[in-house]
Nanobody, 124 residues
């Protein structure tokens, strides 16, 4: 069963940093390309960072809007995918989710699975 739990969000001032974490099943993380997505009200969810599977060499790609500021990595803590976010801007405010790339499907086939996400708010 797919289950992803995101944490680490919060309220920080512009220029600050946050580290987001996502816990899931080890096999899911190691065998699949994984990504961090974000969504703001009224907008589609966007993929901001992705990392290929361990067997594919863990190559990383970033959206232009976060390149040079965000880093995605599989943490030393088992079954954890992390996103280090530095030099945060107000436009980074969103709910952040981790998922596969492409997103995992629900067990019943009714659509994509999404966890609860974690809210990131950048404001002075």
């Amino acid at each position: 069963q797919v289950r992803l739990v995101e944490s680490g969000g919060g309220l920080v001032q512009p220029g600050g940093s946050l580290r987001l974490s996502c816990v899931g099943r080890k096999r899911m993380f190691s065998l699949n390309d994984m990504g961090w997505y974000r969504q703001t009200p009224g907008k589609e969810r966007e993929l901001v960072a992705k990392i290929s599977s361990i067997t594919a060499g863990e190559s990383k790609e970033y959206a232009d809007s976060v390149k040079g500021r965000f880093t995605i990595f599989r943490d030393n803590v088992p079954n954890t995918l992390s996103l280090q976010m530095n030099s945060l801007k107000p436009e980074d405010t969103a709910v952040y989710y981790c998922n596969g790339d492409p997103p995992f499907g629900k067990e019943d086939g009714s659509g994509e699975y999404w966890g609860q996400g974690t809210q990131v708010t950048i404001s002075s």
